[in-house]
């Protein structure tokens, strides 16, 4: 099992990046996915799932803003993120969700993480 992040970048406050996940060794759906964020210093923050019939969450600091995805046939999760803001700096990362409490955006439910990727928002 592997995840593979990509499409970090630096971008100003406003602006928009897309982040893929590239699965290997199992099938993303209809597996439960997540998007983490982390800063140095802070714990591992959950944004953003989707789960095995569609269903998705939520962060509040992210909802509204980002857009998570799955594309099945070509085993990408995406994360179509909007009006960035400088507090949304971090590391990204993609996980599996390996238990019920996926949906509760938890660092326990998931495993089998990424390397992360970079997202840098300046003001």
């Known amino acids: 099992v592997q995840l593979v992040e990509s499409g970090g970048g630096s971008v100003q406050a406003g602006g928009s990046l897309r982040l893929s996940c590239a699965a290997s060794g199992f099938t993303i759906s209809p597996a439960a996915m997540g998007w983490f964020r982390q800063v140095p210093g802070k714990e591992r923050e959950g944004i953003a799932a989707?789960?095995?019939?569609?269903?998705?969450r939520y962060a509040d600091s992210v909802k509204g803003r980002f857009t998570i995805s799955r594309d099945s046939a070509k085993r990408s999760l995406d994360l179509q993120m909007n009006n960035l803001r400088p507090e949304d700096t971090a590391t990204y990362y993609c996980?599996?969700?390996?238990?019920?409490?996926?949906?509760?955006?938890?660092?326990?439910?998931?495993?089998?993480w990424g390397q992360g990727t970079q997202v840098t928002v300046s003001s």
């Open positions: 989707i789960g095995d019939y569609g269903a998705i």
């Open positions: 996980a599996r969700g390996l238990y019920e409490n996926w949906c509760r955006l938890e660092n326990s439910a998931f495993g089998h």
